[in-house]
């Protein structure tokens, strides 16, 4: 296949139910590293006033695992989250804009470490901090055909 990255990209934002759900939107798929944005909503709330820490959790997993994803992909491979550690730093709170940054920082053959972060886009303060481990694995092992 001529682009995979590019396909696979389109293909995992088209199925990433969650991510719709959410409301995760990918801005930035590069080298460098990635970008999401989140709106927070009523929905994403757990106390009348600030976010659920699952939202903030579910929203840095896709952050950790769109940085292995890019680097996986070079190699027509996909990922799968092995585990990762979140510090959550400040609380979101309905209408903040948050923004997620993800980059990879060691690639093994089938080992991929990435860090990410989460900030308020208005203010610049800090909601999550997190490093991940994830599994590359090649994509016919997840029913994807190319």
Known sequence: MKDFRKELIRRYQESNEFGKYAGLDLQKFEA???RYRLVIKKEHLATPTTAHG???AGFMDGVLGLAALYVSSEKAQLVST???KINY??????GDVLIGE????SA???IIISQGEIFNE????KVAIATGTFNAYPYEKSGMTF
Do not use: Q, Y
């Open 32 to 34: 460098s590293g990635i």
């Open 89 to 94: 730093l400040s609380p979101a709170r309905v």
């Open 54 to 56: 699952g939202v903030i």
């Open 122 to 125: 208005d203010t610049g303060e």
């Open 108 to 110: 093994g053959k089938r």
């Open 82 to 84: 092995v585990e990762f």
């Open 102 to 105: 993800g980059k990879v920082v």
